[in-house]
């Protein structure tokens, strides 16, 4: 599948899409299924990249070897920290909170929990996995830090574009979860900080 290609319009169909493609790390299909800046800075601030190493990956793109590993690596803390395949894990369908025309959160559960996954809205790609906005809660502070160093350096402006993209996906996060006020203060921290 080419990664300008539209996926799936259903959400609850994208997310497991996706869910598969990751059990079986399936580059080619991860690659459309899931919005490719938010990948890049997600990855970007777990693996504390430099300032020009992840100004270079914004500019390039994930490669499949880099993509290969990040997502083995998901699924692999994935299973490590749940303590269950992700393969496992079934899609509920959509929650009924508005996040907005461009986002929505899918239901997904376990024998043990629920949770969700948050897709954003491409013109030229359909829904995609939003990975900023479903693993926001957990990683603005990392997010907000990461920005904090970079913003005056050498590649402030491409890092700081990256960021004003994403801020969208944080206020996603945020919608569903209104009463976490370290997100919703770091959301519009980093919305200061970049002018988004």
Known sequence: MESNQPVDTDPADVVAQWLD???TVDGTRLQALVEPVGLVVVAGV??????????????TGMTEELSERYWRSFRDDFESIRGLAIDDVAVEGPLPESLGPDHVAVRISSAEQDSY???R?????????????TLGPGMVVPLREYLESAVKGAYAEAIGDAFRSVVPSLDAAARLDPDNALLVFETEFIRQEVGG
């Open 46 to 59: 777990e693996n504390q990249l430099r300032s020009d190493e992840f100004a270079a990956l914004l500019d």
């Open 21 to 23: 493609a990751v059990s």
């Open 117 to 119: 996954v948050v897709l």
């Open 121 to 133: 809205r491409s013109g030229s790609a359909g829904w995609q996995l939003d990975m900023v906005a």
